[in-house]
């Protein structure tokens, strides 16, 4: 929180993901000073687009929605004339065969096995029946789904690839997060959006978006160009040791590889538990014990480049099944045609965590996604020419039982740092999308501008960090 009333002259920003990048425009477009430490030697943090070689592909796979006008527009004027508007397709891949995702109940009829689809129905009547005689707690991940959804597609669908996702039993995630990211309507809302199509009032997912020609790291570079055109300075490579404040004057000292700057303020984007960390003892010591609860999900990313070009036109493809190591894949070329020149590329998706075998390298990660991508029927394997590996080590906080709590102690703390300001998904522990990235970083900036706080600009309901 910044001293009121006081608009700082220099500000120190760290990260150069979207909403770090947000905050320093809307700070030099205001005439501060601004300085923006990154890691890495590019911007975008998580909206990244790998270029390597023939490989031209996201950090998995990205696509801009907002459902504010003045987003779209921001979007726009940064990149004029290059937004495709796009009509989303993405399947499950479930008991050898594939389903529209968001789930259309002809659809599940068509294509189930007809004892399967009869289960599901009873187990939902069951758990309805079973929810009026005892009403059910909705403390965690799989007593929300099993309750909307019945228990037999939990088990086919919401459980395994849940649990494959975060690496952990559903029961031990909060159920924050089945009603944040799970937008379609239980098994009831599903069988109305059918029979009566435009009458459901149920938070549905988006059938178009839009997203950059030449990748989604477009937004990051454009915004980073203007940030230096501003007179902004982003500072890469540059790896954060130590914040401590300056006595006599106030605002931080940032002790980085580069040497000692010095700032008014600062906003922060890195990870909230890396954040806290770099502040020592600015903060309290049960501070440091809520944010050591926290922890993310890492993600590696197997792209392979192929001879031919795929006849799927899905944008991605969720994969809950146990036989195969990936969650989801996509494909780069349904997003952006100019992705691949010759051919086409598939990115497999795996989460894991920082520093076991599949982060560390030990398994063949390469050969699991040709072989995979051989038995979904996509390609064959003489169609792969080569494969690239990507890694992001903070890419989804995870909403285990007990995170609200951890998060609100630490974000509490940090709202009473005055000159700080943290924000984005890793800043504030949140899952959220790219709008709210850059909406969270301007609103940050106007934090120390003395334009109110970023935690009062935003609801922080379900509905609020709903998937687009």
């Known amino acids: 929180m910044s001293t009121e009333g006081l608009r700082p002259s220099r500000v120190v920003v760290l990260g150069a993901g979207l909403a770090g990048l947000a905050a320093a425009d809307r700070l030099a477009e205001s005439g501060v000073e601004v300085r923006v430490l990154e890691r890495e030697d590019h911007p975008g943090g998580l909206a990244t687009t790998i270029r390597e070689g023939a ?4 950090l998995g796979p990205h696509r801009y929605y907002t459902s504010r006008p ?16 796009k009509e989303r397709l993405s399947r499950i891949r479930l008991l050898g065969r594939y389903f529209r995702y968001p789930p259309a109940l002809g659809d599940i009829l068509r294509r189930m096995p007809p004892h399967r689809s009869a289960a599901m129905i009873l187990s939902y009547l069951g758990e309805r029946i079973r929810s009026v005689v005892t009403p059910p707690g909705e403390a965690d991940f799989e007593s929300w789904v099993v309750r909307r959804f019945g228990r037999r597609l ?27 990211r799970i937008t379609v309507p239980g098994l009831a809302g599903i069988i109305r959006a059918t029979l009566f199509p435009g009458r459901s009032k149920s938070r549905t997912l988006v059938g178009t978006f839009h997203y950059p020609r030449g990748g989604i790291g477009r937004i990051a570079g454009a915004l980073a160009e203007r940030i230096e055109n501003r007179g902004g300075r982003i500072q890469y490579r ?11 004057k106030g605002g931080f000292l940032f002790s980085a590889n580069g040497g000692q700057l010095e700032a008014d303020a600062v906003v922060n984007s890195l990870p909230v538990t890396d954040y806290v960390q770099l502040l020592g003892d600015l903060v309290p010591e049960p501070v440091h014990r809520a944010a050591s609860g926290l922890r993310f999900r890492a993600l590696v990313l197997t792209a392979l480049r192929l001879s031919k070009r795929l006849e799927a036109r899905d944008h991605w493809i969720y994969v809950p099944e146990a036989s195969f190591r990936f969650n989801r894949l996509s494909i780069p070329g349904n997003f952006d045609p100019d992705a691949s020149e010759h051919g086409s590329q598939v990115v497999f998706e795996t989460t894991c965590r920082e520093g076991d075998e599949v982060w560390a390298g030990r398994r063949d990660l390469a050969e699991e996604a040709v072989e995979g991508g051989v038995r979904l029927g996509l390609f064959e394997r003489g169609h792969v020419l080569e494969s690239l590996t990507a890694r992001a080590a903070h890419a989804y906080p995870i909403y285990g039982c007990g995170y609200a709590a951890r998060t609100a102690t630490v974000l509490d703390a940090l709202d009473a740092l005055e000159d700080s300001v943290t924000c984005g998904r890793q800043g504030l522990f949140r899952y959220n999308n790219m709008d709210h990235s850059l909406e969270m970083g301007r609103c940050a900036a106007e934090e120390l501008l003395g334009m109110g706080r970023v935690r009062d600009r935003f609801a922080w309901t379900s509905d609020t960090w709903a998937d687009g």
Not at 70 to 85: D, K
Not at 238 to 248: C, H, K, M, N
């Open 55 to 58: 490989f031209h592909f996201d």
């Open 70 to 85: 003045e987003l779209l527009r921001f979007v726009r004027n940064l990149l004029p004339g290059s937004l495709l508007e």
């Open 154 to 180: 939990y088990e086919i669908y919401f459980g395994p690839y849940t649990k494959k996702l975060w690496g952990l039993p559903p029961a031990e995630l909060s159920a924050d997060w089945a009603g944040q």
């Open 238 to 248: 540059s790896e954060l040791r130590r914040i401590t404040r300056r006595v006599e």
